[in-house]
Structure formats: structure tokens, C-alpha cells
């Protein structure tokens, strides 16, 4: 996991994962209610983000302190703390960093995969979900994942629509086509459809076939700066 939550490509999946947490009622109402998600849609990403990196990065103790503040962000938030809500946050994390590991690399062996799971299960656990609720295989992924009630309403489109079409800065804006191609492709089409999003199928596989013929060869210290920067943020902000 180390190596592959430290891949910069993996912010291109940053969208399609709080999409897919939001297709959950009880998220969305929570993002959509108890955050400024409208006039900073960038922070749930930002914080994801840096959760990831230090849990995975970081000491003990600073994954210990990072749940902490979590947690205690989270505790005004009805049914924020629940165990079921956090195991799901944290599959969708796993499943679009998986998605796109496999976009730029092609598939895994079913060993490493299955001990990329395993790995993964500390996006869950960190936050106190119980590690048997984490599904002990591949296949008891894809059951969990096809069987999760999903239902995109008001709270989840309105998310979507201040995530991929953010007032900011102009160089974010000029990033946001991309961004929304990337994003519908990486959904399913149930969920295209009920956020209503264009999907450009050929503009999606362009995409995917420059980043795996240049990404893969640019040198690791670019492609793990993200990661760095986060952890380092973590550390000097107290």
C-alpha cells in the first residue's frame, strides 16, 4: 500500500471516491449540512488526502492524532461515527485507487491484490471501524461492493455539481474538463446517469492511454510528491 497510495495518479480517482461516498444518503446529508462544502469543495478532498498519507506515511503516533481530529470533526455529524458509513468511505477509497492503479499498470497478480486489500483495511480501521468488517477477500469485496444501497438525491447532485464545477481560481477551473471526463469514466453508468453526467467514452480512453505510455516513466519523486507535501503539511500545521 505504501507504494501505491503514494502514486500522484491516484488524485485523478479523487472525484469519482467522494461521489461514490455521497451516492450514500446519510454522507451526503452530512457533507451537504455540516461542512462548507459549497464555498471550499476542495477540502473534503484535501483531507482525504491527508488522512491517506499519514496514516500510511506517518508514525504511530501522528495516524493516532489524525484519527483523533477526524473523529472529533465528525462527532456533531449524525451517524458520522458509524461504523458501517466509515467501512464505506473507506472501500470507495480503496476501489478508485484500485480502479486507476489497474487503468495505468493493467491488472494485478491475485496475490498482490489480494494483499492490497488486506493493506488497505487501515483506511478503516485507523478510524476505529473493527478490522473484521473489512471483507477478508477479493471476491467478499465484490459481493460487499455490488450489494451496497446506493440512492443519489438532491444532497449528492448538489455536491457533485459544486465538486466538478467549483468557483476558484482560473487554473482549477481549466482543469475541471478533464476532471469531469476522468471522473464519469470512472463510474458506473447507473451512477453517470443519476448524477447526470456527459460521458465521453473515446475522450476517456485517450486519456488513459497517454497517462500509461508517460506517467509510468516520470521519475518517483514527482509521482510521490503529493504524498510528501501532505504528510509535510500534517507535521508543520501542529
Excluded at 36 to 55: C, H, K, Q, S
Excluded at 87 to 113: N, Q
Excluded at 151 to 160: L, S, T
Amino acid at each position: 500500500m505504501r507504494e501505491t497510495s503514494g502514486e500522484a495518479i491516484l488524485l485523478a480517482g479523487g472525484a469519482a471516491a467522494i461521489l461514490l461516498q455521497v451516492a450514500d444518503p446519510a454522507v451526503a446529508r452530512g457533507v451537504a449540512r455540516h461542512s462548507t462544502f459549497a464555498e471550499r469543495p476542495l477540502d473534503r478532498l484535501n483531507g482525504t488526502l491527508t488522512y491517506l498519507a499519514v496514516i500510511v506515511y506517518g508514525t504511530p503516533e501522528e495516524a493516532r492524532r489524525i484519527a483523533r481530529t477526524v473523529g472529533a470533526a465528525h462527532r456533531s455529524v449524525p451517524r458520522a461515527t458509524d461504523a458501517a458509513l466509515q467501512l464505506w468511505v473507506a472501500a470507495t477509497l480503496y476501489d478508485t485507487a484500485i480502479r486507476v492503479r489497474e487503468l495505468v499498470w493493467g491488472p494485478d497478480s491475485p496475490e498482490v491484490a489480494e494483499s492490497l486489500l488486506a493493506e488497505y483495511s487501515i483506511a478503516a480501521t485507523a478510524l476505529g471501524v473493527p478490522r473484521s468488517m473489512w471483507p477478508s477477500s477479493r471476491a467478499a469485496f465484490a459481493e460487499y461492493w455490488s450489494s451496497y444501497p446506493l440512492e443519489v438525491g438532491d444532497d449528492a447532485r448538489g455536491i457533485a455539481r459544486d465538486l466538478l464545477h467549483p468557483r476558484g481560481p482560473w487554473w482549477l477551473r481549466a482543469l475541471m474538463p478533464t476532471v469531469r471526463v476522468v471522473t464519469a469514466g470512472l463510474l458506473s453508468p447507473e451512477l453517470r446517469d443519476a448524477y447526470g453526467l456527459e460521458h465521453d467514452q473515446e475522450r476517456f480512453d485517450r486519456l488513459v492511454r497517454r497517462t500509461r505510455s508517460i506517467y509510468p516513466r516520470l521519475p518517483h519523486g514527482l509521482r510521490a510528491w503529493p504524498a510528501r507535501h501532505y504528510l509535510k503539511r500534517f507535521r508543520t500545521s501542529g
